[in-house]
């Protein structure tokens, strides 16, 4: 079911274990702080607490307080203070506690990080990688559910990168950190313990019974820029990411639709030559995402699979996304990109 | 019928209509300028605490002001650097030869060879002092007007000239803004141009060499206006928390742009007094006494140096030209106010001193000014044979798109592609 093809030969021999998102994402900081002394990791509650999601769990009593750290609340000066000290030399690994607490920082990633390399002509450098937790369906409201991506893939300079499965989680992490581009690693929170299917009301489901929980032990790294085909399929090509593979691919199977489901993995620079393989097989796209719908990342994807596969479609390109509102509480089930919207798009792309 | 106003002022008894302040400076275009509520304390009088000491013992230096050169010329009080003749003879030939650099560029930028300039005429002594108190390899996060470290560190005159021309030899391939320098061997942060995002770098940079056990320092500069960016706040915030060896400087030369710094809040204190807030040494400076802005910084250097925590220093100054050459000062100040600035010019002060030194005469300084203007003369002769803004010789076309990310992407492979084909379209025989 997963292709790994990618991955290095060795990796097939490497003992596995089974992990959630949260244990990959922590062994992989872990792996590179071992490797590397000029990671540091530094963030809200990220020290002894080791992060209110647990990511950094253990890590400032392995390697020190002085490599793990708690911060001030102030996202603009844990973005600031993390391209300074890319600029000396070391290799930062900032949490924003949420997707929706980025803002501040903004100004740091879009004008400083994302253009250092470009302004000074490669004299200095920014290999940051900006964790942060993203997406909504756990009843987080509207500053606990956004997911801002389009804001950062719509920026020059910046790698923009969100995992699906703790398998993917590790390999694209270390990735990342190891990357010599400011990265922004969004982690989708709603699976950080398990595959959700998109189905709220039934009993979720632990990462444990998913393929995507066998991680190798030690070291390796799943290249950026690449995207991953999670199921073959001929009748339709889903593009997705983060938690909506997840969906997509329990509503493609409940209705019995033998769809090719692409994990784009990284937006930016994102995997062209998949989706146009696979676009070009199956003449119908259907792109989803949780985020709110105008000028989402959607409409980028939407665009691109028009100009480059326009004679291989059969139906215009269905987008599903969140709605153009805040994500409510009560409500955020409505919100959500969820089974009838992605089934009634389904039907449209097919004609039924 | 007229509709009822949305939100409908509410009168409450005899109590007085709420006002709103809104700061206007002193002197607007025409007006007499009149600077009797200054309050400038005699040279010498300030006490210099031990640089180990607590912060709260500099507290009263934040309302106070650093001042070492009095008004005959003489080094006084405990603040005095001592500085060696020839010391003092290099500080003031980078300072002349800062401001002739400036005089040569701004007329260039009017002579149509850039877009842009920016001088620092009236604040040589912050920038280049301040460069004299460091260490060469101390790691600098500059504003626009810090031109003068560069000068003071030795990094080429031509180098600085191919960038603000964007020609073929700049380091930076024609990207930046004139001015907006970047000198990594030289210690010297890429200029921004978005303001105050280089001071909580300037404290990350300071806290990846104390996390290493370096023994570098870092150093920013922002202008009184910036300080109200929110910037500024992580910046201290993060300098104080983490005990971080960096010199933060806060060159208030009066003008944001038309904006007088009572627009940033000098109505009320000093910006040295912002220390206060976060429990960080302060020290506010006479920034046109070169020996005491020395004094100062090399204070606060010690200080980071020995472990013993950030300094704010206040440079209090005055910006003798527009901001930059996109305005005309005229237009919104008064004229009067650079002439009459209490605190003089900064060069003609250092001069005076080396002459009541008698290390130095009158002559000697015309001297040194022809030299230094025929210095920059032929640097700047040199950079034009690289080209000059908008005449062809920029760099090669396809560095437009590198850089972006360490490695091209597929993406921008495609958009170089018809950049390119854009060019021969234009010019069809164009080949680079």
Redesign the interface.
């Given at each position: 079911m997963m292709t790994q093809e990618e991955s290095p030969v060795s990796l097939a021999d490497a003992p596995t274990r089974r992990l959630n998102m949260i244990e990959a994402i922590n062994d992989a900081l872990d792996i590179m702080m071992e490797r590397d002394a000029n990671v540091v990791i530094t963030g809200e509650d990220v020290g002894y607490f080791g992060g209110v999601f647990r990511a950094t769990a253990g890590l400032q009593a392995k390697y020190g307080k002085t490599r793990v750290f708690d911060t001030p609340i102030s996202e603009c000066g844990i973005i600031g203070a993390a391209v300074g000290m890319a600029a000396y030399g070391l290799r930062p690994v900032p949490e924003i506690q949420f997707a929706d607490y980025i803002y501040p920082g903004l100004d740091q990633l879009v004008s400083e990080a994302a253009r250092l390399r470009y302004r000074s002509a490669g004299q200095f450098t920014a290999p940051i990688t900006v964790r942060s937790p993203f997406g909504g369906g756990i009843f987080g409201g509207q500053t606990h559910s956004q997911s801002p991506e389009a804001l950062f893939t719509h920026v020059a300079g910046l790698k923009t990168v969100i995992p699906a499965t703790p398998h993917d989680a590790k390999g694209l992490l270390i990735a990342a950190i190891e990357d010599n581009d400011p990265v922004i690693f969004f982690e989708p929170k709603r699976i950080y313990n398990g595959p959700f299917d998109g189905y709220y009301d039934t009993p979720a489901s632990p990462w444990a019974k998913h393929p995507g929980s066998v991680v190798p032990e030690g070291y390796y790294s799943i290249p950026l820029g690449k995207a991953r085909v999670v199921k073959e399929g001929e009748a339709l090509t889903v593009l997705a990411y983060g938690t909506m593979i997840h969906v997509a691919e329990a509503v493609l199977a409940e209705k019995g639709v033998d769809a090719e489901i692409i994990d784009l993995r990284t937006l930016v620079p994102i995997d062209m030559a998949t989706v146009e393989k696979s676009v070009q097989k199956t003449g119908r796209c259907l792109v989803i995402h949780e985020a709110t719908r105008t000028s989402g990342f959607g409409a980028e994807l939407s665009a691109l699979v028009q100009e480059r596969c326009f004679y291989h479609l059969e139906a215009p390109v269905e987008r599903v996304t969140g709605f153009d509102t805040p994500y409510p509480h009560s409500l955020e089930w409505a919100y959500f990109p969820g089974p009838v919207r992605i089934g009634e798009a389904v039907d449209r792309l097919l004609g039924n | 019928m007229a509709e009822e106003p949305r939100n409908p002022v509410r009168k409450r008894g005899n109590l007085p209509p709420l006002a709103l302040h809104v700061p206007e400076p002193k002197h607007r275009p025409g007006d007499a300028v009149d600077y009797s509520d200054l309050v400038i304390p005699p040279a010498g009088a300030q006490p210099r605490p031990d640089e180990s000491c607590a912060a709260e013992e500099t507290y009263p230096l934040c309302t106070d002001l650093v001042r070492v050169l009095d008004d005959e010329g003489r080094a006084v009080g405990p603040w005095d650097p001592r500085l060696d003749a020839e010391t003092l003879r290099r500080m003031l030939r980078t300072m002349a030869l800062t401001r002739a650099f400036d005089d040569r560029m701004y007329r260039a930028q009017r002579q149509g060879k850039t877009s842009f300039y920016m001088k620092c005429t009236g604040e040589e002594a912050v920038a280049i002092a301040a460069a004299f108190a460091l260490a060469d390899d101390d790691?600098v996060?500059p504003s626009y007007r810090q031109q003068g470290i560069l000068v003071a560190r030795g990094y080429p005159l031509v180098e600085m000239i191919n960038q603000i021309y964007s020609n073929r030899a700049d380091?930076?391939?024609g990207?930046?803004l004139p001015i907006?320098y970047?000198?990594?061997d030289y210690g010297f942060?890429?200029i921004?141009g978005?303001l105050t995002?280089q001071?909580?770098?300037?404290?990350?940079?300071?806290?990846?060499?104390?996390?290493?056990g370096d023994t570098r320092i870092?150093t920013s500069f922002i202008g009184e206006g910036s300080t109200a960016e929110?910037?500024f706040?992580?910046?201290m915030?993060?300098a104080t928390?983490y005990n971080a060896p960096v010199v933060l400087n806060v060159v208030n030369n009066q003008w944001a742009i038309s904006s007088f710094s009572g627009i940033a809040g000098a109505e009320r204190t000093t910006f040295a007094a912002r220390a206060i807030g976060y429990g960080m040494a302060g020290i506010r400076v006479d920034g046109n006494d070169a020996l005491a802005v020395f004094a100062a910084v090399r204070w606060a250097a010690d200080r980071a140096r020995a472990n013993k925590g950030p300094t704010l220093i206040e440079h209090f100054t005055y910006r003798a030209e527009g901001h930059s050459t996109s305005d005309d000062p005229s237009s919104y100040r008064s004229a009067q106010e650079s002439v009459e600035w209490p605190l003089g010019d900064p060069i003609a002060r250092l001069k005076n001193h080396l002459i009541a030194l008698g290390e130095w005469s009158e002559e000697q300084q015309a001297e040194m000014d022809r030299a230094v203007a025929e210095e920059v003369k032929a640097a700047s002769k040199e950079a034009e044979k690289s080209g000059i803004l908008g005449h062809g010789l920029h760099h090669p076309f396809k560095t437009m798109f590198e850089?972006?990310?360490?490695e091209l992407?597929?993406?921008l492979e495609e958009q170089a592609e018809q950049a390119i084909r854009e060019r021969r379209v234009k010019w069809p025989d164009w080949k680079e």
């Amino acid at each position: 079911m997963m292709t790994q093809e990618e991955s290095p030969v060795s990796l097939a021999d490497a003992p596995t274990r089974r992990l959630n998102m949260i244990e990959a994402i922590n062994d992989a900081l872990d792996i590179m702080m071992e490797r590397d002394a000029n990671v540091v990791i530094t963030g809200e509650d990220v020290g002894y607490f080791g992060g209110v999601f647990r990511a950094t769990a253990g890590l400032q009593a392995k390697y020190g307080k002085t490599r793990v750290f708690d911060t001030p609340i102030s996202e603009c000066g844990i973005i600031g203070a993390a391209v300074g000290m890319a600029a000396y030399g070391l290799r930062p690994v900032p949490e924003i506690q949420f997707a929706d607490y980025i803002y501040p920082g903004l100004d740091q990633l879009v004008s400083e990080a994302a253009r250092l390399r470009y302004r000074s002509a490669g004299q200095f450098t920014a290999p940051i990688t900006v964790r942060s937790p993203f997406g909504g369906g756990i009843f987080g409201g509207q500053t606990h559910s956004q997911s801002p991506e389009a804001l950062f893939t719509h920026v020059a300079g910046l790698k923009t990168v969100i995992p699906a499965t703790p398998h993917d989680a590790k390999g694209l992490l270390i990735a990342a950190i190891e990357d010599n581009d400011p990265v922004i690693f969004f982690e989708p929170k709603r699976i950080y313990n398990g595959p959700f299917d998109g189905y709220y009301d039934t009993p979720a489901s632990p990462w444990a019974k998913h393929p995507g929980s066998v991680v190798p032990e030690g070291y390796y790294s799943i290249p950026l820029g690449k995207a991953r085909v999670v199921k073959e399929g001929e009748a339709l090509t889903v593009l997705a990411y983060g938690t909506m593979i997840h969906v997509a691919e329990a509503v493609l199977a409940e209705k019995g639709v033998d769809a090719e489901i692409i994990d784009l993995r990284t937006l930016v620079p994102i995997d062209m030559a998949t989706v146009e393989k696979s676009v070009q097989k199956t003449g119908r796209c259907l792109v989803i995402h949780e985020a709110t719908r105008t000028s989402g990342f959607g409409a980028e994807l939407s665009a691109l699979v028009q100009e480059r596969c326009f004679y291989h479609l059969e139906a215009p390109v269905e987008r599903v996304t969140g709605f153009d509102t805040p994500y409510p509480h009560s409500l955020e089930w409505a919100y959500f990109p969820g089974p009838v919207r992605i089934g009634e798009a389904v039907d449209r792309l097919l004609g039924n | 019928m007229a509709e009822e106003p949305r939100n409908p002022v509410r009168k409450r008894g005899n109590l007085p209509p709420l006002a709103l302040h809104v700061p206007e400076p002193k002197h607007r275009p025409g007006d007499a300028v009149d600077y009797s509520d200054l309050v400038i304390p005699p040279a010498g009088a300030q006490p210099r605490p031990d640089e180990s000491c607590a912060a709260e013992e500099t507290y009263p230096l934040c309302t106070d002001l650093v001042r070492v050169l009095d008004d005959e010329g003489r080094a006084v009080g405990p603040w005095d650097p001592r500085l060696d003749a020839e010391t003092l003879r290099r500080m003031l030939r980078t300072m002349a030869l800062t401001r002739a650099f400036d005089d040569r560029m701004y007329r260039a930028q009017r002579q149509g060879k850039t877009s842009f300039y920016m001088k620092c005429t009236g604040e040589e002594a912050v920038a280049i002092a301040a460069a004299f108190a460091l260490a060469d390899d101390d790691m600098v996060f500059p504003s626009y007007r810090q031109q003068g470290i560069l000068v003071a560190r030795g990094y080429p005159l031509v180098e600085m000239i191919n960038q603000i021309y964007s020609n073929r030899a700049d380091r930076l391939k024609g990207r930046q803004l004139p001015i907006m320098y970047s000198a990594k061997d030289y210690g010297f942060f890429s200029i921004s141009g978005n303001l105050t995002t280089q001071y909580p770098q300037a404290v990350g940079w300071a806290m990846a060499s104390a996390i290493k056990g370096d023994t570098r320092i870092a150093t920013s500069f922002i202008g009184e206006g910036s300080t109200a960016e929110g910037d500024f706040h992580a910046a201290m915030t993060f300098a104080t928390v983490y005990n971080a060896p960096v010199v933060l400087n806060v060159v208030n030369n009066q003008w944001a742009i038309s904006s007088f710094s009572g627009i940033a809040g000098a109505e009320r204190t000093t910006f040295a007094a912002r220390a206060i807030g976060y429990g960080m040494a302060g020290i506010r400076v006479d920034g046109n006494d070169a020996l005491a802005v020395f004094a100062a910084v090399r204070w606060a250097a010690d200080r980071a140096r020995a472990n013993k925590g950030p300094t704010l220093i206040e440079h209090f100054t005055y910006r003798a030209e527009g901001h930059s050459t996109s305005d005309d000062p005229s237009s919104y100040r008064s004229a009067q106010e650079s002439v009459e600035w209490p605190l003089g010019d900064p060069i003609a002060r250092l001069k005076n001193h080396l002459i009541a030194l008698g290390e130095w005469s009158e002559e000697q300084q015309a001297e040194m000014d022809r030299a230094v203007a025929e210095e920059v003369k032929a640097a700047s002769k040199e950079a034009e044979k690289s080209g000059i803004l908008g005449h062809g010789l920029h760099h090669p076309f396809k560095t437009m798109f590198e850089d972006v990310f360490e490695e091209l992407p597929w993406h921008l492979e495609e958009q170089a592609e018809q950049a390119i084909r854009e060019r021969r379209v234009k010019w069809p025989d164009w080949k680079e």
